[in-house]
């Protein structure tokens, strides 16, 4: 299976995912520029990667949705290719239209760097298939406007059809408020589609795909989505 | 063509733009003229304090700046570039932010974080961590939560964005710093020793180009004004000299220097701080030996009615002065236009030794560029000094009057005092892992490692207690570069350099000058001592307001090589049952403590005894075992002495371990909190003992086993008990606390 991780202006994280994926989960990968109007063919599987794109100026990711790039994204999209994004992935993704809701300030106020707790909500997911439901992965988050927020229907949608993949989380797996870094409704720490292939988290799991950094549960997503594939 | 001066200068004008007026004698020797208006702001800015050194330069030269590792000497390029083998190189360099910070702490700090990073990457280096050492007034006055919280946030806005992990640093809260909190930034990246770049305008007929953001109104008389000047009433009314940081366009900025470098079409480079346009051109013309024509009309500008003295000032962020080779502009112009960054050319590289500036057709300037630069012609001073009469009080200080408390009253104000305290306050609002090469922030140097070599990590670290400074400035400074060397070996590094932020006040006090002056020279005995060469830096002078200078405070930025990165140690307590022993000697006294000042109030007598010896032997045996994997935790023993040192090491470890501890019966208060040198307190577990034993023979320094690691409690000779969970609660609840309510 092949990656690519999108390059956007001010996009930060596109190394450490192009490296957790290349790297750490030894998988073909390749950078896709926010110029590009073509989707090079093989790819399986787009990463909008975490950072500051187009400096998060107007609002996170909005003007990233305008890249050229993103036409692309929403039709490969559209056609059942996987895309994930993270932290500043998931806010385009929101602002693209093809994720719900959108992500607040922190309830803080202020940016927050920590090891954090998923409860692991759903495993009937290429994201997620390596896991068990109520799995608990330490992952790290980073990120000041990470408060995801969606209106009642869209949150019980998200909630009832089993798309809410990821909760914040104590490292017993209790959700609870206390473990909840941003003021995320429901702990909400990763969403899918309704396709259910496109997900977007606000922690890092491209950080913590290392055992030389401390930690790799992040791993099982990436390892989620190969296995996918060679399923098929 | 004739010169054109838009205003007449005067020894008037002069002195307004920051010369003295044997400075300006100086200038028109040199000129065999009077300057234009142009011209005497570029020799204003270039002579001020801030960039020629002209007051520290004579003394910065007498430290030790050569060594096998070093591949460029001290102040030859942006940055020190230091060997790390294997074919690469690590770039890095503190740098002091005070001035503008102190007047508007949010972008103050954000560009001096934006301006250290540029200092690394115009070498061609990648920046791979940032640090960061401040000082602010007692937190119990509104301003000073203002100024913390501000800077806190400027930081973390400029490197979050920018996208390089804030790995390590240092805070402190000292009253002499409410007007003037000290905010020094370093930056740590690495480059291939084939890739970097020098700043010099080498190859005469070559383009000499701005690349990056336009040239606005903002910071002028940053550097010259505002930075070299001491704080008044007035000061307030500069805060428009402050620059304003875009962490975005620093980041594309970044992207395209390195791949303008990579392409090969870079002849010299240089970033544009302070002085701005000014400063880069001369000084890289006066490293060339090559003069330059440039042309104001072109540079690209917010305002366009800027005139030449404006234009040649203004410190606007996020631009390189970048001399291209001839016939490769259209590469160059090809990189900048795929990162979307602005480049223009604005002049040509010429072999006669003379910067010629025009605007509007006119020539506004001529001068050569030597006479400018620091280490050239501009001025360098020797300055009196005296011993300060301070020292007379607080050495005499007799220190049985003081009254102390009980014991665990004591520990428990230390544990809340904000200089040990918890700072995830601070470090959580920083992103400490982009990149994902940050080993480790738990120990008492940042541990990143190196994707390029594999195996191979660097430590980090930086340090001062400058109370230790104030109170003995030869020791003091001493005793700076020992711990920061301390630090580094207690993570399983080997120091090898170190760059430094030399933050003191007025240098025409005399009292002042002799505090720098021993502070140097005690500096370099130590870095001479340690084999740690002084890469580079930065001397911020004038911190002192309302006739109160503040605590000499010469900041030491340590850089140490870990050649197997499976040896990196911690300093957290590891597993119950491991021993726990002190290595160095106890001298007791509580002199220059924390203790001193938190529960006495008092800031007197000599900084703590000092031995190079003692220490040298300390790095010896605590590199050997982490080496040899005898030990499983180490930590200094710094502020608060060893019942903070040995309460750290409880919260830092990962399951709430605490340790019972035996220091004889009813252990003296100078023992517990006496802040003795060259101090490291490792675990170890009791199958490692005998072979601990076996080398503890030929330790020349003592060593005693002082008790064991234990769940959940901690206790020390029956005078402090408590729990893990509460040394946690006090320690994490200190300065949230003390910044509650003041969003």
Request: proline fraction near 4%.
């Amino acid at each position: 299976m092949k990656f690519g991780v999108v390059m956007f202006p001010g996009s930060n994280c596109d190394h450490d995912a192009f490296y957790a994926l290349s790297v750490n989960a030894g998988k073909d990968t390749t950078y896709l520029w926010h110029k590009d109007t073509v989707i090079p063919s093989g790819i399986d599987c787009i990463i909008l990667p975490g950072g500051f794109s187009y400096g998060d100026y107007l609002r996170c990711g909005a003007i990233a949705r305008f890249s050229p790039i993103m036409n692309e994204v929403i039709r490969f999209a559209n056609s059942g290719g996987y895309v994930m994004g993270i932290c500043n992935g998931f806010q385009v993704l929101t602002e693209a239209g093809l994720l719900p809701g959108t992500l607040l300030r922190n309830s803080s106020l202020s940016f927050v760097c920590k090891d954090i707790f998923l409860n692991v909500r759903n495993n009937n997911t290429a994201f997620t298939s390596l896991m068990q439901v109520g799995d608990v992965l330490r992952i790290p988050v980073a990120h000041g406007e990470g408060n995801y927020f969606a209106d009642t229907e869209t949150i019980n949608i998200l909630e009832s059809e089993n798309r809410v993949l990821f909760k914040y989380c104590a490292a017993d797996g209790a959700i609870n408020e206390e473990s909840n870094p941003n003021g995320s409704v429901n702990n909400i720490a990763g969403i899918i589609n309704e396709k259910r292939n496109v997900l977007g988290m606000m922690p890092h799991p491209e950080r913590y795909s290392d055992k030389m950094m401390g930690c790799s549960d992040g791993i099982a997503i990436f390892n989620s989505l190969s296995k996918q594939f060679e399923i098929i | 063509m004739e010169l054109y001066s838009e205003l007449e200068v005067t020894k008037d004008v002069a002195l307004e733009v920051g010369l003295s007026e044997n400075e300006y004698e100086e200038i028109l020797k040199i000129l065999g003229r009077t300057p234009t208006y142009t011209e005497i702001g570029i020799y204003g800015v270039m002579w001020s304090e801030h960039c020629s050194y002209k007051n520290s330069i004579k003394l910065l030269k007498t430290l030790p700046r050569s060594g096998a590792r070093l591949l460029v000497e001290a102040g030859q390029e942006n940055a020190g570039l230091v060997d790390i083998g294997d074919g690469y190189a690590i770039a890095f360099k503190i740098e002091s932010h005070n001035h503008p910070s102190a007047i508007e702490p949010f972008q103050g700090a954000a560009t001096g974080v934006g301006g250290i990073l540029r200092d690394i990457f115009t070498m061609g280096a990648r920046p791979i961590a940032a640090l960061n050492s401040l000082r602010f007034g007692t937190l119990d006055k509104a301003r000073n939560r203002f100024l913390f919280r501000g800077v806190v946030e400027g930081i973390g806005h400029y490197g979050n964005c920018f996208g390089v992990p804030t790995v390590a640093g240092e805070v402190y809260f000292e009253d002499c710093y409410s007007d003037n909190p000290l905010i020094n930034a370093m930056a740590v990246g690495i480059v291939h020793k084939d890739k970097t770049a020098t700043a010099a305008a080498l190859g005469v007929g070559n383009p000499v180009m701005i690349v990056g953001s336009s040239t606005g109104r903002d910071g002028i008389h940053g550097a010259s004004l505002l930075a070299s000047r001491e704080f008044d009433e007035k000061t307030d009314e500069m805060r428009p000299t402050v620059q304003v940081g875009d962490p975005f366009g620093e980041k594309l900025l970044l992207e395209a220097t390195l791949e303008l470098i990579e392409a090969g079409v870079v002849a010299g480079i240089q970033d544009m701080g302070a002085a701005g346009i000014s400063c880069s051109t001369s000084e890289m013309c006066a490293k060339a030996k090559t003069g330059m024509e440039v042309d104001l009309d072109k540079v690209p500008l917010r305002e366009n009615d800027m005139s030449a003295y404006e234009i040649m000032l203004s410190e606007s962020q996020e631009r390189m002065l970048v001399v291209i080779h001839k016939g490769m502009e259209e590469k160059a112009k090809a990189i900048c236009n795929k990162w979307d960054v602005p480049l223009t050319t604005i002049g040509e590289v010429t072999k006669e030794n003379i910067i010629n500036i025009t605007r509007h057709g006119r020539l506004v300037a001529s001068l050569e560029p030597s006479t400018l630069a620091l280490g050239g012609g501009a001025p360098q001073y020797d300055r009196a000094s005296k011993q300060p009469a301070y020292l007379e009080e607080t050495k005499n200080f007799d220190l049985s009057l003081i009254e102390k408390i009980p014991n665990d009253e004591a520990f428990t104000k230390l544990l809340r005092s904000p200089d040990i305290a918890s700072k995830r306050w601070v470090y959580e609002q920083y992103d400490s892992q982009v990149r994902t090469n940050t080993m480790s922030i738990k120990g008492d140097a940042a541990v990143l490692r190196i994707k390029e070599i594999p195996g191979k990590a660097i430590a980090v670290t930086t340090d001062c207690n400058s109370r230790y400074v104030y109170l003995n400035p030869y020791r003091g400074a001493m005793i700076a570069v020992a711990e920061a060397a301390r630090n580094i070996v207690c993570v399983g590094a080997e120091p090898v350099a170190i760059t430094n932020c030399l933050n003191f006040g007025n240098p025409y006090d005399e009292e002042v000058y002799w505090q720098f002056r021993q502070a140097v020279r005690g500096m370099g005995n130590a870095c001479r001592a340690l084999g740690t060469p002084v890469t580079g830096g930065n001397v911020s002078f004038h911190n002192e307001s309302q006739h109160r200078a503040v605590f000499p405070t010469p900041t030491i930025g340590m850089l140490g090589i870990i050649d197997d990165s499976n040896k990196i140690m911690s300093a957290g307590f590891k597993s119950p049952g491991d021993i726990i022993y002190l290595i160095g000697e106890n001298r007791g006294g509580l002199e220059a403590s924390e203790f001193l000042k938190e529960i006495c109030g008092i800031v007197a007598g000599d900084a703590p005894l000092f031995e190079m010896d003692d220490e040298l032997e300390l790095h010896r045996v605590i590199s050997m075992l982490i080496r040899e994997e005898i030990i499983s935790s180490a930590h200094d023993v710094s502020e608060g002495g060893l019942a903070i040192c040995l309460a750290e090491k409880a919260i830092l470890s990962n399951d709430k371990l605490g340790a019972d501890i035996d220091l004889g019966s009813e252990p003296t208060t100078e023992l517990l909190f006496g802040e003795s040198q060259s101090r490291v307190v490792v675990s170890l577990p009791s199958t490692k003992e005998n072979e601990f034993k076996k080398i503890q023979e030929k330790i020349k320094i003592p060593v005693s086993r002082i008790g064991v690691v234990i769940a959940d409690s901690f206790k020390i000779s029956g005078c402090i008990d408590s729990t893990v969970e509460w040394l946690i609660s006090e320690y994490e609840s200190a300065i949230p606390n003390l910044m509650k309510g003041n969003k």
